[in-house]
């Protein structure tokens, strides 16, 4: 998997390698148990440093989206759990969204059928 990295864009690079990763396990590119590159063959593929990559991944191992085994490499992790600290994290996040959705004068239907359209794309 490719990743594409905007280096225009204020994310941290690490940021974008997490995000893109995530979206990539929730629609289904990326398959549990899928060898990733190793950091060092991520960051040539993508270009960046091999620390921004070893960030990514550590970040997402502790999130429990990957796992690393020294023999067999990086892989996609096994089916997530509903974990307390993502719980909590998605809560303060979405709170955050809707607050903003509420400022900008979008409506509630607008919002679930936003949500609705996004959602298939994991089904």
């Known amino acids: ?16 390698i ?3 990763l995530i979206l990539g396990i929730a629609t289904k590119k990326l398959q549990p148990g899928e060898l990733l590159p190793s950091v060092r063959q991520m960051a040539d593929e993508i270009g960046v440093n091999m620390m921004t990559v070893s960030k990514a991944y550590t970040l997402l191992k502790n999130e429990g989206y990957i ?4 023999r067999n490499g990086t892989k996609i992790a096994e089916k997530q759990t509903l974990a307390s600290p993502f719980q909590e994290r998605f809560l303060k996040q979405l709170e955050l969204l809707l607050a903003e959705a509420s400022i ?13 359209q996004i959602y298939q794309k994991f089904d």
């Open 104 to 116: 900008h004068r979008v409506s509630e239907n607008e919002i679930q059928e936003k949500i609705k």
């Open 18 to 20: 997490c995000n893109q």
């Open 1 to 16: 998997m490719l990743l594409e990295i905007d280096t225009q864009n204020q994310m941290p690079i690490y940021q974008q």
């Open 67 to 70: 796992v690393t085994d020294r």
